[in-house]
């Protein structure tokens, strides 16, 4: 584990894979940390630099005022970077990262080899939806949390792969618990706030959409919006809900894999 000084706290990240290889940056999904990649990391660290970091407001990463914006967390991003000498990266983010990464790509494509993003939509759910969240958790705080937490079970995964993994199911939904009450809402705020879908045909980065067959929260259809609003975006879809990197697994990791190591033999 590493900390960059951001000018108001502390942003935690961690770096694995061989020193001198491309870097690959892996952005968590709303309510969870980095150790939600952990299914990836060893394929990916055979052939890159896995930066994983916290998202302001999760994990052991600095809880400021709210509300944030995906800007904000963007340019979090390139202060990352920035702090270690990284010019340029291969990203990859779920939901709230793969919002992250439409940012990235729109904004600071000169940044980017490649961009993966994840169980995501230009624009995700209704602000109705994430304004009764936020007065939920800043209300009742913990006890909110692990509400949240049991809820997300059966949007996270499906129903089938919680009964077959319920340690893996555990593990990721025990991260909701312990995220911050003023951070998570905060970030509910970002991924409220947030809208692409006017803006994805600046993205000319290379780019893969991945999609999860069962996930109620981001459905396909946004993902295929975000491919045909791209051009030359790549598109995979996995039975999974969701957190299709961890239902998906090895099979997600592969298609990954596939689509990064092609951008780096052009």
């Not at 108001?8 to 952005?27: F, T």
Request: glycine share 10%.
């Amino acid at each position: 584990m590493g900390r960059v000084q951001l000018a108001e706290g502390e942003l935690n990240y961690q770096l694995d894979g061989p020193k001198g290889a491309p870097v690959l940056v892996l952005s968590n999904s709303l309510g969870t940390d980095l150790g939600m990649w952990a299914t990836q990391v060893p394929a990916f660290a055979e052939h890159f630099q896995v930066l994983r970091y916290d998202t302001r407001g999760h994990g052991q990463s600095l809880v400021t005022e709210g509300p944030y914006s995906i800007e904000q967390l963007g340019g979090d991003v390139l202060a990352l970077l920035d702090a270690l000498h990284i010019e340029r990266a291969h990203f990859c983010g779920l939901s709230m990262g793969g919002l992250i990464g439409q940012w990235l790509g729109i904004h600071a494509g000169s940044r980017l080899n490649s961009l993966v993003v994840c169980n995501t939509a230009a624009k995700i759910g209704e602000p109705s939806v994430w304004n009764s969240r936020i007065e939920t958790v800043l209300r009742d705080g913990a006890a909110a949390m692990a509400g949240l937490r049991d809820a997300s079970i059966a949007r996270w995964f499906t129903a089938d792969y919680a009964q077959a993994h319920p340690d893996q199911a555990k593990r990721i939904t025990d991260m909701l618990a312990a995220t911050s009450p003023q951070g998570y809402a905060a970030n509910c705020a970002a991924v409220r706030d947030a809208d692409f879908r006017d803006q994805l045909g600046a993205i000319r980065v290379p780019t893969l959409v991945i999609a999860g067959t069962e996930d109620a929260v981001t459905p396909p259809s946004g993902s295929h919006f975000i491919q045909e609003h791209v051009a030359g975006a790549e598109y995979a879809e996995f039975y999974a809900a969701h957190l299709s990197n961890v239902q998906a697994g090895d099979a997600f990791s592969q298609r990954v894999l596939a689509f990064l190591l092609a951008q780096q033999a052009v």
